[in-house]
């Protein structure tokens, strides 16, 4: 089992920056790809980013490249998104999640899940 703690999440205006952080705990950190999923009001979770185990490579979906940065901390059992030049469209629940493989979350599953945290960015 992989416990996922979400933090960091809060309001923001249009145009500001919010950091998520990810506290990763049980078995091995390890081995897991570890991403971003979100969750609009009414709409189904959405895969946003993703970085491989050794940190050497990492995915966006399309709305967020160039805004969001993925990146990990293994020491410390850490996954991070920077999210720059928030917008109103960005306010979702965010997950944490991890799987054994970048593709497996690009799909949009994974094995284990935070518990979320709000972001929401007003116009």
């Known amino acids: 089992q992989v416990q996922l703690v979400e933090s960091g999440g809060g309001l923001v205006q249009a145009g500001g920056s919010l950091r998520l952080s990810c506290a990763a705990s049980?078995?091995?950190?390890?081995?897991?790809?570890m991403g971003w999923f979100r969750q609009a009001p009414g709409k189904e979770h959405k895969f946003v980013a993703a970085?491989?185990?050794?940190?050497?490579?990492?995915y966006y979906t399309d709305s967020v490249k160039g805004r969001f940065t993925i990146s990990r901390d293994n020491a410390k059992n850490m996954v991070y998104l920077q999210m720059n030049s928030l917008k109103p469209e960005d306010t979702a629940v965010y997950y944490c999640?991890?799987?054994?493989?970048?593709?497996?979350?690009?799909?949009?599953?994974?094995?284990?899940w935070g518990q979320g945290t709000q972001v929401t960015v007003s116009s």
């Open positions: 049980g078995r091995t950190f390890l081995g897991y790809a």
């Open positions: 970085i491989s185990w050794s940190g050497n490579s990492t």
């Open positions: 999640a991890a799987t054994m493989t970048v593709a497996t979350m690009r799909a949009g599953m994974a094995d284990y």
